[in-house]
């Protein structure tokens, strides 16, 4: 009796995790998501297809996956972010960023461009979270972050 009672939690456990939301909680800094403020708790899902931004359960923006045009990581971010989407075009190189070196302040930032929409926002991740969002993100588009070298020495 015992070892099914074990068992069967085990599975249960195992199925809670697998069910579980595959969300990531960030806080926005800066970028093209319109009415959302710096500092604002969003809520952002990463799948296959697409990246979406949910602020108090409504969509505040989706990214289709082929629309990514560059994911960055580090402290400069904002300001990368914002030049991309001011001027339409990116900027962008390891140069232009500050590694966040065991800070508290992991920033990635994500630049897109689906037909003539283009956009960007920049979002402070929380540390435990921030190798996972710049995998998936990478995974999907199929793009390599700029500056992630950092995240994996430095933390």
């Avoid at 009672?5 to 990531?24: K, P, R, S, T």
């Avoid at 001011?86 to 800070?103: D, E, H, I, K």
């Avoid at 710049?134 to 070298?149: D, F, M, V």
């Amino acid at each position: 009796m015992k070892h099914q009672l074990v068992a069967g939690l085990c599975f249960a456990v195992v199925i809670a995790m697998l069910a579980g939301d595959n969300g990531y909680i960030v806080k926005y800094d800066a970028g093209s998501l319109s009415d959302t403020r710096a500092g604002t708790e969003l809520r952002v899902y990463i799948d296959a297809e697409q990246v979406r931004f949910l602020k108090d359960n409504a969509e505040v923006a989706k990214i289709p996956a082929s629309a990514i045009t560059e994911i960055i990581y580090g402290q400069g971010v904002h300001r990368t972010v914002g030049t991309a989407v001011t001027g339409g075009v990116s900027p962008l190189g390891v140069g232009a960023l500050t590694a966040s070196s065991r800070s508290e302040n992991h920033f990635v930032g994500v630049t897109w461009a689906n037909g003539d929409q283009r956009g960007g926002v920049a979002v402070q991740c929380d540390r435990n979270d921030c190798r996972g969002v710049l995998a998936r993100l990478e995974g999907i588009s199929g793009k390599r972050a700029i500056n992630s070298e950092s995240v994996l020495v430095n933390n």
